[in-house]
T-cell receptor, first 114, second 113 residues
Framework: NAGVTQTPKFRVLKTGQSMTLLCAQD?????MYWYRQDPGMGLRLIHY???????AKGEVPDGYNVSRLKKQNFLLGLESAAPSQTSVYFC?????????????FGPGTRLTVL | AQTVTQSQPEMSVQEAETVTLSCTYD???????LFWYKQPPSRQMILVIR??????QNATENRFSVNFQKAAKSFSLKISDSQLGDAAMYFC??????????FGKGTRLHILP
């Protein structure tokens, strides 16, 4: 049982390049989330999904796209990376819609955009 | 809109002592959950403790306990007998009905040997 995994762990991009971050969970969770963490800002929600085939915008969605083609995977895409997207990205998942459900987090991806 | 505020960006405590991390929140909802998450230097966040707003009894998990004051919208975390492994960033979080959890900006806790 690997929990929530993220690929890659580190990445350096040049401005304008594109990339996809992969999040996978093996807990059969319905809900999945993408956050970014910046110093002094806490965690901010980028996009989330409440089930396979669904996605929704969070607090800071601009410049990102997501897809949830399979229940266990949640992809975060950057079409044209900008230095402002330098951050640590976390994926999380939770079982269902109960507000008390714990979110399980991945180990994070550190992205640097030059 | 709901907000979560952690007013202490950093705190330090001597090993084996007790420390309290503060959190306040703002909401018009009556049914919600509050959480404390820990982010150690390894970066992976883990749940420390959670509290349902309808429960008057404060949640406890071993050395971790909360002081939940619903009327004051306050949710502090007390760590007893602090250990070196408690050094981490701690995030207070709020979630009501709906899909999103709202995090505070975090408090970095240092444990002094």
């Amino acid at each position: 049982n690997a929990g929530v995994t993220q690929t890659p762990k580190f990445r350096v991009l040049k401005t304008g390049q594109s990339m996809t971050l992969l999040c996978a969970q093996d807990m059969n969770h319905e809900y999945m989330y993408w956050y970014r963490q910046d110093p002094g800002m806490g965690l901010r929600l980028i996009h989330y999904s409440v089930g396979e085939g669904t996605t929704a915008k969070g607090e800071v969605p601009d410049g990102y796209n997501v897809s949830r083609l399979k229940k266990q995977n949640f992809l975060l895409g950057l079409e044209s990376a900008a230095p402002s997207q330098t951050s640590v990205y976390f994926c999380a998942s939770s079982y269902a819609a109960s507000p008390g459900d714990e979110q399980f987090f991945g180990p994070g991806t550190r992205l640097t955009v030059l | 809109a709901q907000t979560v505020t952690q007013s202490q960006p950093e705190m330090s405590v001597q090993e084996a002592e007790t420390v309290t991390l503060s959190c306040t929140y703002d909401t018009s909802e009556s049914d919600y959950y509050l959480f404390w998450y820990k982010q150690p230097p390894s970066r992976q966040m883990i749940l420390v403790i959670r509290q349902e707003a309808y429960k008057q009894q404060n949640a406890t998990e071993n050395r971790f306990s909360v002081n939940f004051q619903k009327a004051a919208k306050s949710f502090s975390l007390k760590i007893s007998d602090s250990q070196l492994g408690d050094a981490a960033m701690y995030f207070c979080a709020y979630r009501s009905r709906g899909d999103k959890i709202i995090f505070g900006k975090g408090t970095r806790l240092h444990i002094l040997p």
